[in-house]
């Protein structure tokens, strides 16, 4: 319960850069636990609310939700996690006793979204403070920082072979991608699928579309960079669709002999969502938003699109209870049934994070993962 330094890089105002610094963290409460990030990758969830398109975006903050790393303290009464266990923070917890998480319908657990969503802790602090002002937390993890505290209920423990500079994408991305296609859209072998946004999500929507048995996996990126890395993946068609001449729609829906038995977003652009949506097979496509779209935006399309057997659906965190699943998601990992490494293309220190932001709007890079 006593407080420490360690080092975070602040988020203190939309669109400015990260400073790193010394900061205050006060110690873990009861049913909280302290946590030593070892890793922690950039996610463009983060860049979207350093952008100050987040409606719930908040600063000054200590942005990051794609961490992991060493239970270093435990608070009262924590049962399920002691000190030198390996975890994965989870910004969608799993309580096990709220009525999403016994209703068997939903990942979304519900025990501490409320001040989760407004960037404080369950009891309603904060912990982190710099120079006497208090810093938000964000998404409940705030990664960003060499040290964290946590709910308990928000921790996923893991093996201990397993390496943090590659398992912290499962703390996000990996789980994301691959839930959405196998929790969130239960893609059958034989299936077509399309897939638009072949960045750090999209792509472990291939793979996950490769492990489900698809037939056709088509991506569409405006950035053909990403064909190469994607086939890797078990892409079958690539497009880019700033080169298609006429409609885009029409072109996917002959590629695919009728249109996607699924089709997945991985973009966060609302004009994405509604091509993703129309490229879906008359009568029974189904297409599911990953990608994260900006405050006040709104996605359309004409009813008839619905009325003629095309669902539109969605999915956070791919559908995964964490503290379940997020374990198994490190065995597939470590038993080389999923693949990692060669979608982490950039591994730097903390103090180069603001260059991990830059390298994302570039498209230079798929992951940048920061280590400490
Ligand atoms: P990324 O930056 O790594 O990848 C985005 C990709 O989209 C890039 O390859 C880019 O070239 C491509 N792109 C841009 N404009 C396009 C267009 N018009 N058509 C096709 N492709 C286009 O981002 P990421 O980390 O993969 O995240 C993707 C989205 O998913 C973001 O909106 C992010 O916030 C969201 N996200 C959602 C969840 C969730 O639980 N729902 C989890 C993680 C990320
Ligand atoms: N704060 C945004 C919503 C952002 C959002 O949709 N977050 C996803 C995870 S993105 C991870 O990279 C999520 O988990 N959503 C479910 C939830 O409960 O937040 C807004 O629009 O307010
Ligand atoms: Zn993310």
Redesign the pocket.
Known sequence: MRSMKTRAAVAHAANKPLTIEEVELGGPRAGEVLIEIKATGV???D??TLSGADPEGLFPAVLGHEGAGVVVEVGEGVRSLEVGDHVIPLY?PECRQCSYCTSGKTNLCQAIRATQGAGLMPDGTKRFSVGGQELYHYMGTSTFANHTVVPEIAVAKVRKDAPFDKICYIG??VT??IG?VINTAKVRPGDNVVV?????????VIQGARLSGANMIVG????SA?KPIAERFGLTHFVN??EVEGDLVPYLVDLTGGGADFSF?????V??MR?ALECCHKGWGTSV?????GSGEEISTRPFQLVTGRTWK?????GAKGRSDVPKIVDWYMDKKIEIDPMITHTMGLERINEAFDL??E?A???SVITF
């Open positions: 996610c463009h969830t860049a979207y969608v996000c991305g994301t991608g959405a638009f946004g072949l960045g750090g999500i999209g792509l472990n569409v990126d405006i950035n990403r669709s700033t977003e991985c973009v966060g652009k004009s994405v091509q938003i990953i990608g994260v779209a969605g999915t956070a965190f791919g994302m709007h498209g890079s798929i992951r």
